[in-house]
T-cell receptor
């Protein structure tokens, strides 16, 4: 599975958009990009995933560059409850029984 | 509402004790996973299971074993607990093969302290 690089930490003001970048320059054509987050003292929570098209759900939007070497997770109106560690994961779908490899992630702090 | 539950939120054991961590999911998922999470090391996969009685080693299986006798239940066993197994243990489950993606649902975690 491709390696990902994320900033260690980011800050965001409440009500503003939070844009979390992820580099995955060695991604292969059949690898998906997944985002999870982990709020303090809880287990990780799935947010969104994508292959090459931009994706949106009730939680967030995922923008994948045309060359697929990087992506951005967008939380359109961040709240204090969005303070968490955000993990970008790249893996081939349907292999290894869904095994995920978590990196260090980005600590997002949302300020009032 | 989908749910993964773990038997304890906090557990304190002594070195050398046998420890059982239980995980139950109510989503009829084929795959189940055990991770441990440590500061600076992130989440690391210990073992996973893709069917009843089937298991596969993850990245750090040493010192652990697992049991899956029923589809909904996946147990992590520390045969002889050691202080370096003090950690947060997270269980997860996901649907089986044939899907284009595999969303994993996580439990709340068990914080194990070995004295």
């Amino acid at each position: 599975d491709a390696k990902t690089t994320q900033p260690t930490s980011m800050d965001c003001a409440e009500g503003r958009a939070a844009n979390l970048p992820c580099n995955h320059s060695t991604i292969s054509g059949n690898e998906y990009v997944y985002w999870y987050r982990q709020i303090h003292s809880q287990g990780p929570q799935y947010i969104i995933h994508g292959l090459k098209n931009n994706e949106t759900n009730e939680m967030a939007s995922l923008i994948i560059t045309e060359d697929r070497k990087s992506s951005t997770l967008i939380l359109p109106h961040a709240t204090l409850r969005d303070t968490a560690v955000y993990y970008c994961i790249v893996r081939v779908s349907g292999t290894s029984y869904g095994k995920l490899t978590f990196g260090q992630g980005t600590i997002l702090t949302v300020h009032p | 509402d989908v749910k993964v539950t773990q038997s304890s939120r906090y557990l304190v054991k002594r070195t050398g004790e046998k420890v059982f961590l239980e995980c139950v999911q109510d989503m009829d998922h084929e795959n189940m996973f055990w991770y441990r999470q440590d500061p600076g090391l992130g989440l690391r996969l210990i073992y996973f299971s893709y069917d009843v009685k089937m298991k596969e080693k993850g990245d750090i299986p040493e010192g652990y074993s697992v049991s899956r006798e029923k589809k909904e239940r996946f147990s992590l066993i520390l045969e002889s607990a050691s202080t370096n197994q003090t950690s947060m243990y997270l269980c997860a489950s996901s649907l089986g093969g044939g899907r284009p993606y595999n969303e994993q649902f996580f439990g709340p975690g068990t914080r194990l302290t070995v004295l």
